[in-house]
């Protein structure tokens, strides 16, 4: 039973012998089995009968479409798979005896003749093989499983095949004869490019030794496996004109024959381009390529073997067009007198072939001539890098490339005026001087202030103490009534005996002395004058109980009486609603009195429903607010009621001018003017006597310390005023 | 002991720490006025309770007739909602009661101020000028004070300036001129204020010694 092996990609199963799977590629073996195998059956690069070939045996078929191939796929793919030729080199070396000569179609194609020392020279050519083409043919099975070329290269399929069925190893291609096989090269075309490249080198600048270039490693060790063993049946994937077109060996086109078996047509068509472009294939012995200059100094590429650093970097492009085998096969320019080293002879007999598109789409296009010129002495050619001893690079931007982590800044001039200027230059300065620390100026020692308030305070005191305590009345009453008190005591001789009256008591607790002080005198004035009914009622809270206190206290001398004589309506709340309401209906707003008993049915307010039935209205307040609301919301209900004032000295002043616009019938106002009513008043109830000389000690200390204060400012202002010292 | 005698030694000593601030903050002061808050506020709403809400929405639900019954009970439902108001979740519906409040607040004021205020000072204002006015020295003098004084203060605040050349952001001189005069009138009557202000804190410093020398007996 044949032995299979299940391909661990796929899973498809396939024979035990195949390398690789026939369903993806896979490799099943190993690169040691697999060339192992290989290597004892069949030679990768078959010789042809007679060249000594270990075992003179003929090569068969598949392996010579397999060496075409793959020798083909060589002059085409990049050479990218390093690490397959790590294993392809890993088992050649391990393959690799010492005692193997180099094959002669090996020599003939890397262009080195037994012995020679080239041999040993790292090609750079060498590189990574090839891997095997997805089309190259299996040994059991021939073309059995054909996986498309990633190079497109599916077309060439039928041409080649078709080329091949045609061609025998000892047809060769018409127009294209072998080489000798002394000159051990199979490459006439490379041979000519070598004696043009030796010419070249004559010069002085070629005299300059090339640096080496750099050849990895595993290309040595191909060398040595290509040395050591020359039937090892190495794989070629470098192209061969690439290692060693100045091989001593050169191909030569010839008609009948053509080593690598590749069809007339190509060769034809390189001949035809070789003779034709003079500028584009120097293949001639004639022709000196050019050699890659840079300020005097001889640049030489990197990648490219000794042989042919001197060479014409568009001939080896131009020579890119066609694989190496074909090249060899061509003769760029007809030679008088027969073959020379590295020419290709041309052969009339060669028929001119159609390129197919794809071989045209790689011609080289001609190179443009870059700054000084292509090829001439001072050209752009490039110094370093992978493009070393390139010509007509594009000569990099300065500063291209070069990653900046942040872009170039530019300098910004706005288009601002002078106007502007100025203005930018004061906003400047100001944000300066924000943030520039100032002086300290000295401050005076701590403690003159609070020794200031504290003298000030005592020397109150005691005027006020004295004034108070000592019960003098030396300082005289005030004698100029004002207006607005005298149309007060003339508003409360005006009431009608026995009249309802209406008392607003609006001020806190605070201010009881004062108010007390201003609003008894008026009061008792009204009382001893006409014994009015009192009607109590207050928008604060605590105005009840004020009323309560002034009628119990200051006016008790009086005699009223809550139920008889007055009522106390009590707190009216809502503020100015409450005021607005009380004055469309009082009793509506107010139905009972601050005891909760029915007042509008007692006898101080018997017949009296409405704000207009009152014989007046006064309010008592310290505040304007309170005076400006019962003026206002009291304004249509009231009538011809009278409404009188006696407001804080605070708040006096800015009711003033309701007395003047008639809205308000009088208006007392602080001390002062229950000052004028008291003495109206026959000095009853005495209160503002008490407090007058007191008040005026306090006037007058007031009025002392602010005029000394002023005179000290003035004065320092004067001293310390900017020119003085 | 009488209780005059407790609330006015009560009184001595809240009115010597209230007296006790000038030589400083001190915590006698800020007991007498943590003191002061507490008792205006449990007053205020004693007085509430008993001069409002018991009377006017309590009674007349417990012993009123149907008719003061159906009064009470839009305003208990609205102060129901007002009530909402101290807790976050719910003050959402205190804002109709409070709109009802606010707007009628606002519309009195304002036909107050227009009716009270507003239109008589104008009135009286133009007055002024009348001829029974100004048939005498004192009655041209006086309006002609009280109208320079008027237009000054108005010009006072008028801060329009120039708008460009050297003179940027001054003031025209006539209009600086008059300013002038106008901050003199608002400086006399800020001078009042303050004296008005003054003659009452006095007063009220008077009657306060008064009372602490008569409870000491020095009076």
């Known amino acids: 039973m044949e032995e299979v092996v299940v391909c661990p990609n796929c899973g498809e199963t396939n024979p035990a012998d195949l390398p690789f799977c026939q369903h993806c590629q896979w490799r099943l073996k190993t ?58 080199l890993k088992g050649l070396t391990e393959k690799a005896r010492p005692d193997d000569e180099l094959p002669d179609w090996v020599s003939r194609i890397m262009g080195i003749s ?67 096989s002394e000159d051990s090269s199979v490459f006439d075309w490379l041979k000519q490019l070598d004696a043009s490249t030796a010419e070249a080198e004559e010069q002085p600048e070629r005299s300059a030794a090339p640096p080496s270039p750099e050849i990895p490693d595993w290309v040595g060790q191909m060398q040595g496996i290509s040395t050591e063993d020359e ?18 060996g050169a191909i030569k086109a010839t008609d009948d024959t053509s080593v690598s078996g590749a069809p007339a047509w190509m060769d034809e068509d390189l001949s035809q381009r070789a003779a034709g472009a003079a500028g584009d294939l120097q293949y001639t012995d004639a022709s000196t390529p050019p050699t890659p200059t840079n300020g005097g100094k001889t640049i030489v590429p990197a990648f490219l073997p000794e042989e042919i650093r001197g060479l014409d970097v568009d001939a080896l492009f131009a020579s890119m067009q066609a694989p190496g085998w074909l090249a060899d096969l061509q003769t760029p320019e007809p030679e008088a007198g027969g073959e020379s080293a590295g020419g290709i002879k041309e052969q009339a007999s060669i028929s001119p072939v159609a390129l197919p598109n794809w071989v045209q789409a790689m011609r080289p296009s001609e190179p443009a001539p870059l700054g000084p010129g292509v090829g001439e002495p001072g050209a752009n050619v490039e110094e370093g890098g992978p493009l070393l001893g390139l010509q007509g690079v594009l000569p990099a931007v300065p500063g291209a490339g070069v990653p900046t982590s942040r872009p170039r800044s530019k300098a910004l001039k706005l288009a601002a005026s002078e106007l502007d200027q100025k203005q930018a230059s004061l906003l400047e300065n100001l944000i300066a001087g924000e943030t520039r620390p100032l002086p300290l100026r000295g401050t005076p020692p701590a ?61 806190e607790p605070s201010t009881v002395g004062e108010m007390e002080a201003t609003a008894a005198p008026l009061l008792d004035h009204m009382m001893i004058l006409r014994h009015p009914r009192l009607a109590v009622v207050s928008t604060s809270p605590t105005g009840p109980a004020l009323a309560e206190r002034m009628l119990d206290g200051v006016l008790k001398d009086r005699g009223y009486v809550r139920g008889q004589t007055y009522v106390n309506l009590g707190y009216i709340p809502g503020g100015l609603i409450g005021v607005q309401a009380f004055a469309q209906d009082p009793v509506a707003t107010m139905p009972f009195g601050v005891a909760a ?74 001390i002062n003017g229950a000052a004028h009513v008291e003495i109206a008043n026959n000095g009853l109830p005495g209160l503002v006597r008490q407090y007058w000389d007191a008040y005026s000690a306090g006037l007058y200390v007031a009025t002392l310390l602010i005029a000394l204060g002023t005179l000290w400012h003035l004065w320092r202002g004067y001293r310390n005023r900017p020119g003085t010292s | 002991m009488p209780l005059e005698i407790i609330s006015g030694g009560i009184a001595f000593l809240i009115t010597l720490m209230i007296l006790s601030y000038l030589i400083g903050d001190n915590s006698a002061f800020r007991f007498s006025v943590h003191i002061l808050v507490g008792v205006a506020a449990g007053y205020v709403a004693a007085v509430a309770w008993w001069q409002v809400i018991f009377p006017r929405l309590i009674l007349p639900l417990i012993a009123g007739p149907a008719d003061a019954r159906a009064a009470t009970a839009v305003p208990l439902f609205l102060s129901g909602l007002l009530l909402m108001k101290a807790w976050p979740r719910f003050s959402r519906l205190g804002a109709p009661p409070l709109g009802v ?69 001054k003031r025209p001189v006539a209009i600086e001129f008059v300013a002038g005069i106008g901050a003199i009138f608002l400086a006399v009557t800020l001078g009042i204020l303050f004296a008005g202000v003054y003659s009452a804190a006095l007063t009220a410093l008077i009657e306060r010694l008064r009372f602490l020398g008569s409870f000491v007996g020095l009076r």
């Open chain 2, 101 to 169: 409040l606010v707007g009628i607040s606002s519309a009195v004021a304002v036909g107050g101020a227009l009716e009270g205020t507003l239109l008589p000072q104008l009135i009286s204002g133009i007055d002024l000028a009348a001829p029974a006015r100004i048939a005498s020295m004192e009655g041209i003098l006086n309006g002609a004070l009280v109208l320079a004084g008027f237009v000054a203060s108005l010009l006072y605040f008028q801060f329009t300036g120039k708008g460009r050349g050297a003179e940027l952001g």
């Open chain 1, 114 to 180: 037994e012995g020679d020392e080239s041999r040993d020279e790292p090609r750079v050519g060498d590189s990574a093989q090839v891997p095997q083409s997805d089309t190259q043919a299996r040994p059991d099975e021939g073309r059995a499983s054909v996986l498309p070329s990633p190079l497109g290269l599916d077309s060439v399929e039928p041409d080649f095949r078709e080329l091949r069925e045609d061609l025998s190893p000892a047809e060769g291609v018409p127009g294209i004869e072998p080489v000798p």
């Open chain 1, 231 to 248: 039937a090892a049946g190495e794989l070629e994937a470098t192209p061969d004109w690439v290692m060693n077109p100045r091989a001593d």
């Open chain 1, 447 to 507: 403690g003159i202030g609070r020794a200031f308030r504290w003298a000030a305070s005592l020397l109150m005191l005691a005027a006020v103490g004295v004034a108070s305590f000592s019960g003098s009345h030396v300082l005289a009453m005030p004698t100029s009534m004002p207006n607005e008190t005298a149309a007060a005591i003339e508003a409360a001789r005006s009431l009608e005996p026995s009249a309802v009256v209406l008392v607003v008591f609006d001020y």
């Open chain 1, 597 to 670: 008993e029915p007042v509008w049915k007692s006898a101080p307010l018997a017949g009296t429903v409405q704000l207009a039935e009152f014989g007046a209205i006064v309010v008592i307040t310290d505040s304007l607010e309170s005076g400006r609301t019962w003026i206002e919301q009291t304004a249509t209900s009231r009538g011809n009621v009278p409404l009188i004032l006696a407001a804080s000295a605070q708040a006096g002043p800015m009711l003033l001018p309701y007395f003047d616009s008639g809205q308000v019938a009088g208006l007392v106002a602080g």
């Open chain 1, 31 to 88: 690169l040691d089995g697999a060339w192992s195998k290989l290597e004892a059956e069949t030679p990768l690069h078959p010789e042809p009968a007679g060249k000594g070939y270990p075992g003179d045996a003929p090569l068969p078929d598949w392996l010579e479409a397999l060496h075409t191939q793959e020798a083909q796929d060589g002059s085409i793919r990049e050479k990218t798979t390093e690490s397959v030729d790590d294993d392809l």
